[in-house]
């Protein structure tokens, strides 16, 4: 009997120290590993995936444990790492933030119909390096204890900067002086006659929806034809004012833009995102000027962001 206790109780602290030691090697980072603007550590039990899909937004995956796995990507926005932990995830997610990490950090659980991610979150005023799991996992408990020592190890590598982004842009056209508040970017068009195009919002904002709005973009596009460009104008008019239901205060008129006579549209849109409800606004101007089409669209919302929207217009000069 007493044997049989002895044989039973040494089988027991064999599989607790085999627990210990996998949980160990599944958790404890020691791999070095890197992405365009981190390094990091995974830990050895980690195997990396070669994820197409997550590859082709600069993402890695490892597998971990039973089936588990861990997506790693890094990412760049103008709001701060706070304002987008925030606006991460349903409304009722459970958001903490992390001590004891190199860099800011922010931790982010909830629930969707079909998973139970689970988001570490941490990074610099510039690129947010982000991880991911899904704690219904039947381990998902490892990934977690996993991601919480990874990020300790989490290094910004890059020599970019928030605070060195360039405040001055200069083309042919025109010229933007954007000072320490906002940031200009180009932006895709689908235009094939643009020559040149740029978007300005704010450099960084602390609230989850100013990194989207408001936003200022100008371009120049290669056809200056007064008569077509009023054509286009009178067509987006048209397309409003007979779209009563989710377009009102359509306004079509001529406005003064940079001392030149500009084509004017506007409307508004009421939205109510996640029970917020709010107006945004669409102005779109156009000029011509030396056979090239000046456009220039602001998209923001009423009430909050109109005197950012004419600070970005003073940050314009057109040559």
């Known amino acids: ?46 195997k990396f995936n070669d994820n197409e899909s997550i590859q082709d937004i600069n993402g890695q995956m490892y597998k971990y444990g039973f089936g588990g796995d861990i997506a790693i990507c890094e990412l760049n926005s103008n709001q701060t790492l706070r304002a987008y932990a925030k606006a991460l995830g349903v409304d009722d997610a459970e958001r903490k933030r992390i001590d004891g990490t190199p860099l800011e950090c922010y931790n982010i659980k909830y629930k969707t119909k079909n998973a139970n991610p689970n988001v570490y979150l941490t990074g610099t005023d510039t690129y947010f390096f982000v991880m991911e799991t899904d704690s219904s996992f039947i381990n ?20 970019y900067r928030l605070a060195d982004l360039p405040d001055e842009y200069d083309n042919e056209y ?8 906002y940031s200009f970017s180009d932006f895709e068009y689908k235009d094939e006659g643009l020559l040149a195009g740029q978007a300005i919002r704010l450099r960084e904002s602390d609230e989850k929806d100013k990194g989207i709005y408001p936003v200022l973009s100008i371009g120049v596009n290669g056809s200056g034809n007064a008569e077509n460009n009023a054509e286009k ?12 239901e989710r377009f009102h205060s359509v306004v079509r008129d001529k406005q003064e833009l940079f001392g030149y006579e500009a084509e004017h549209v506007h409307f508004e849109h009421y939205d109510d995102y996640k029970g917020t409800p709010f107006t945004q606004v669409y102005d779109m101007k ?21 005197a950012d929207v004419q600070e970005m217009l003073d940050c314009i000069t057109i040559k």
Do not use: Q, W
Request: aromatic fraction near 14%.
């Open 1 to 46: 009997m007493n044997k049989a206790i002895i044989i039973s109780g040494a089988a027991v602290a064999v599989i607790a120290a085999s627990a210990v030691g996998y949980t160990y090697y599944m958790t404890h980072p020691s791999v070095e590993c890197t992405t365009d603007s981190f390094s990091f550590k995974v830990p050895r039990g980690f």
């Open 140 to 159: 998902g408990f490892l990934g977690d204890m996993a991601m919480k020592n990874i990020v300790k190890t989490v290094k910004y590598t890059s020599d």
């Open 174 to 181: 025109f010229h933007i002086s954007t000072g320490g508040k």
């Open 233 to 244: 104008y009178d067509e987006r008019y048209e397309s409003k004012i007979n779209d009563p």
């Open 286 to 306: 156009s000029f011509i000027k030396d056979g090239h089409t000046y456009y220039v669209n602001m998209n923001y919302i009423k009430d909050r962001d109109e």
